[in-house]
């Protein structure tokens, strides 16, 4: 049996298929898809490295499960991978050595666990595991088109994240309330230029008419870090993740910042479409956005387009700096959206995608939950809405401390809508308050988690 970090739930039995990184380096994407190439249908795919794109060309296999090595539980394909439904374990130390082709393995994606050639008895004891599982997703499904009230009828809403049209197609099939995410690299990167105006134009504006009213917040182009557009050409950093991405690109880029906010607020004509600006730090950053987006305005009513004048702007809150000044950043937004994976990622000081510090990227961290708490309550008392994205929204034993927090909206990938939902009906708001001013008092990680797996189980028994 290998150990790693759970990415994405299920349990997965197949045959392998290996695929190891060529002496030169890191695979390419080209020669990853040459690799898969005859891949049969069930197999169990195990490989050193994977990036988003690699985990995309996936979804034209029918693959039983996934294991990587390296990667990180937060990295975007780890992401990726989730948002497909593979079951799936990342940070398996060893795997393209241990595992051959051929051989017969068990992702368990629930655990963190990967067994290479089990016996007779472990197969099927993962096989009763298997349909427990797939029992419990049936009985989900009861769940997709209810409304989201916890158990003593307080309301709150799950929307989902997205990055595409079909994406937002599936949030409104499993049952999401909005669009909490539009990630909209996807669309600024797809055929090797920047799309014009009118195109970005017809895209929001198709994806405003198919939500038919509830809300979807566009995310402004987050580029930077493990997040590359290459005929963009970003100059090489020493450490991208600290360097020019986010709101800090746009601003320096206004022909391309200013072409994607004129087709959001020429969209916003005909739908509930929100801003929402990535990697903020500081409050001249948000000034310096309403300034140009009231510029564009003007130029957009001179122009006789029709927008939405009362558009809400707003922030991701996914570095320290902005949480810390969360009260001052409120009173020039019109809502925040707590990132939950940046965010411990820059609290920590511990990189997302790299595997050694994985034990480090835990949104249950003392230090985590205390800027969570201070930024909901900022939100609160500036009377601002506060949603959180990032995988904690989605993370059953954390729902109720966020609830607790206050906190009544969650984004989501679109598959976790109707567990998020069900969570959340089966907790009370004073459960939930009381819960979440007991963990604040522990001040280790791993106590947390097991005081929360502790609550978790007896509640399920």
């Not at 799936?88 to 992702?107: K, N, R």
């Not at 368990?108 to 290479?116: A, P, R």
Request: hydrophobic share 40%.
């Amino acid at each position: 049996m290998l150990n790693g970090s759970e990415v994405s739930k299920g349990i997965g039995i197949g045959i392998a298929k290996v695929i190891s990184s060529p002496e030169s380096g890191v695979m390419s994407n080209d020669e990853f898809t040459a690799a898969i190439s005859g891949m049969k249908p069930g197999a169990v795919l195990v490989t050193s490295f994977l990036t988003p794109y690699m985990v995309g060309v996936l979804k034209d296999y029918s693959i039983a499960g996934l294991v990587c090595e390296t990667g990180g539980m937060a990295s975007h394909s780890a992401l990726a991978a989730k948002s497909m439904g593979i079951p799936t374990v990342y940070d398996v130390y060893g795997a393209t050595e241990e595992i051959h082709d051929g051989d017969t393995v068990i992702v368990d994606g629930i655990g963190g666990y990967v067994y290479e050639r089990p016996d007779p008895d472990i197969v099927a004891v993962y096989s009763d595991k298997r349909k427990k599982y797939l029992a419990d997703l049936e009985d989900l499904k009861s769940y997709r088109n209810l409304k989201t009230v916890m158990a003593d009828g307080t309301e709150a809403v799950i929307m989902c994240n997205a990055s595409d049209i079909l994406s937002v197609m599936h949030a409104i099939d499993e049952g999401g309330e909005g669009i909490g995410l539009f990630r909209t690299e996807n669309l600024l990167s797809g055929e090797g230029r920047i799309p014009d105006e009118e195109e970005q134009t017809r895209v929001y504006s198709r994806i405003a008419s198919a939500m038919k009213g509830k809300e979807v917040i566009v995310r402004t182009l987050d580029i930077g870090g493990d997040k590359s557009i290459p005929f963009l050409e970003l100059e090489k950093e020493d450490n991208p993740f600290l360097g020019y991405r986010g709101v800090r690109y746009s601003l320096g880029h206004r022909d391309v910042f200013t072409t994607q906010l004129r087709a959001i607020l020429r969209a916003s004509a005909g739908g509930n479409l929100s801003i929402m600006i990535p990697m903020v730090t500081c409050v001249e950053e948000m000034r310096n956005i309403k300034s140009l987006i009231h510029e564009i305005k003007t130029d957009l009513r001179d122009e006789g387009f029709d927008f939405n004048d009362d558009i809400k702007v707003g922030a991701t809150i996914e570095t320290p700096s902005a949480a810390i000044i969360a009260d001052m950043l409120a009173h020039e937004c019109d809502f925040f959206s707590i990132g939950t994976n940046d965010l411990v990622q820059y609290v920590m000081s511990a990189d997302r995608g790299n595997s050694r510090v994985a034990y480090l990227q835990s949104v249950t961290q003392p230090s985590i939950l205390r800027m969570i708490k201070q930024t909901i309550d900022a939100a609160r008392s500036a009377g601002i809405d506060i949603s959180i994205c990032g995988e904690a929204a989605s993370d059953p034993e954390v729902i109720p401390i966020i609830a607790g927090f206050g906190c009544r909206k969650f984004s989501v990938n679109p598959r976790s809508v109707s567990e998020v939902r069900r969570t959340l009906s089966e907790w009370t708001t004073a459960d939930a308050e009381k819960l979440a001013s007991d963990i604040l008092k522990i001040p280790v990680d791993q106590e947390i988690k097991e005081y929360l797996h502790k609550i978790y189980k007896d509640r399920k028994s």
